[in-house]
């Protein structure tokens, strides 16, 4: 029904294991662009959730969530 992956183990908690194996490794990488990449990778991460959410929204459920629709103005007849 859905396209997103159904896995009972996250992966994306291992990422952050960079750090320890930089520095017991001694791979000599600086912390300061260990984390920076690690923010963006997080922050892709999250946006890839969020546009797969809005893809399904808007499919399954037939709602647009990205547009904005002014209610109309309903014309109604009087009758004599």
């Not at 320890?20 to 990449?37: C, F, H």
Request: charged share 15%; hydrophobic share 35%.
């Amino acid at each position: 029904m859905t396209r997103q992956d159904n896995s009972p183990l996250p992966y994306e908690p291992f990422q952050y294991l960079i750090l320890p194996a930089n520095k017991y490794l001694n791979l000599g990488l600086r912390e300061d662009y260990l984390l920076l990449g690690l923010c963006f990778l997080s922050t892709c991460q999250f946006l890839h959730f969020v546009i797969g959410v809005i893809y399904q929204i808007t499919t399954h459920l037939n709602i647009n969530c990205l547009s904005y629709n002014p209610p109309r103005e309903e014309t109604t007849k009087k009758i004599d």
